[in-house]
């Protein structure tokens, strides 16, 4: 009688997952191609953690492709940055390299672009720049912040858990102000016991519909917070960060989350996909407009689920690259989400930058980054 009842519990609970997610129900993609400027692979030697961002930056009427990166030569604004730091603070840092941004500007069309070579993004008249430090670059995020009609751009970084704001120059769309830290009354400083604050992966949405953006970020833990903008669209403010829940249990992921807010399933909520060290990608889908609890991850990849309450672990970021296995879409860890409407068919394709070991045999093997284009079928 035991024996039938657990038998019973357990398939109860089989079809409390499936018919919340089902794997074959999640939008279904083609495979990828790597996003290519001057008729080449776009590449970052030596550097890795890439993180795309596609929109119109010059305004001609074409999506255009800003990436971030993790080490290029140091702007002279980080310079004295790093330079102001003490001793101990400078020990936490990569230098002499900075985290920042790419802008590839599409000479092709819309529909079908093509990117030119590069140049960096401008801030404060020199390039706009993060102090890397571990695990995370320059990660670009493009919206009209403040409500005066110009875009501006916010990147996370890893020291202190910083978001930064650059604001837009009006009559000078190819420029933007030196940054300022986004004030956010939770932050806390690089400690042993801020470690769950450190490397905010900050991503925004209008979440309560209210309209202005709300941040959503995500950390070295794995972890997933929202934060409520609680000002208005020309002047915000957040609230204190509340931990994004899987039916009312944490959210965790294998480390270092890239939590992208988005209605990837077209049911008019929004839903989360994460990107995670492990290369994973998990799909959360969103329950109820204006609810931060989620119904339980599934990754895109490999079905695999990823329940609510699970703390990150090594050992569970390796079953994670194990299941991805020999066939992954694309090489590599620690990777970078955005969507768009790559090829204007009318629905949302995946863009995923990753950060990968070029020679895993060598002692000081060097690192290096790609952008993949997953169009949706």
């Known amino acids: 009688m035991k024996k039938l009842f657990f038998f019973a519990v357990m398939v109860l609970m089989i079809i409390s997952f499936t018919s919340n997610i089902c794997f074959s129900q999640l939008p279904q993609l083609e495979k990828p191609f790597r996003v290519e400027a001057a008729g080449k692979v776009i590449d970052l030697p030596g550097s890795g953690h890439a993180a795309p961002f596609v929109f119109d930056f010059n305004g001609d009427g074409k999506k255009d492709i800003i990436i971030g ?19 101990e603070q400078k020990k936490a840092f990569v230098k002499p390299f900075g985290g920042k941004a790419r802008i590839y500007i599409n000479t092709g069309s819309d529909k079908s672009p093509v990117f030119g070579d590069y140049t960096y993004l401008q801030a404060g008249g020199t390039d706009a720049g993060v102090l890397p430090s571990c695990c995370i670059g320059f990660d670009p995020f493009f919206m009209d912040f403040d409500g005066d009609g110009f875009r501006d751009v916010t990147s996370g970084e890893y020291f202190g858990g910083f978001i930064h704001f650059y604001k837009g120059i009006k009559g000078k769309p190819f420029e933007f102000e030196a940054p300022v830290d ?4 939770d932050t806390i400083l690089l400690s042993k016991r801020g470690m769950n604050k450190l490397m905010r992966t900050a991503n925004f949405v209008d979440f309560d519909k209210d309209g202005d953006y709300d941040m ?19 002047r915000y403010e957040f609230s204190n960060s509340s931990p994004v829940t ?9 480390g270092k989350s890239d939590p992208l807010p ?6 008019g909520v929004v839903d989360l996909l994460v990107g995670t060290e492990a ?22 990849w490999t079905s695999r689920a990823y329940p609510g309450g699970a703390k ?3 050992l569970k970021i390796k079953e994670s690259m194990d299941a991805l296995g020999a066939n992954r879409p694309y090489p590599g860890y620690r990777v970078r989400l955005a969507v768009v409407d790559w090829n204007n068919d009318k629905k949302l394709d995946l ?16 690192i290096s980054g790609n952008v993949y284009v997953f169009l949706r079928k």
Do not use: C, H
Not at 262 to 267: A, L, Q, S, T, Y
Not at 351 to 366: A, H, Q, R
């Open 69 to 87: 990166e993790f080490s290029a030569p140091m702007s002279k604004e980080l310079q004295a940055r790093y330079d102001a730091m003490n001793e």
């Open 182 to 185: 986004i004030a956010q009354p």
């Open 216 to 234: 959503v970020w995500g950390n070295v833990m794995g972890e997933v917070y929202y934060s409520q903008n609680i000002g208005d669209k020309k």
């Open 246 to 254: 899987i039916n009312e249990l944490p959210l965790y992921t294998d």
């Open 262 to 267: 988005v209605d990837w399933d077209g049911d």
């Open 279 to 300: 290369a994973d990608i998990i799909f959360y889908k969103g329950k109820a407009k204006g609810s931060i609890d989620f119904e339980q991850g599934i990754s895109i």
């Open 312 to 314: 990150p672990s090594y």
């Open 351 to 366: 863009l995923v930058g990753n950060t990968f070991v070029v020679d895993e045999k060598g002692k000081n093997s060097d």
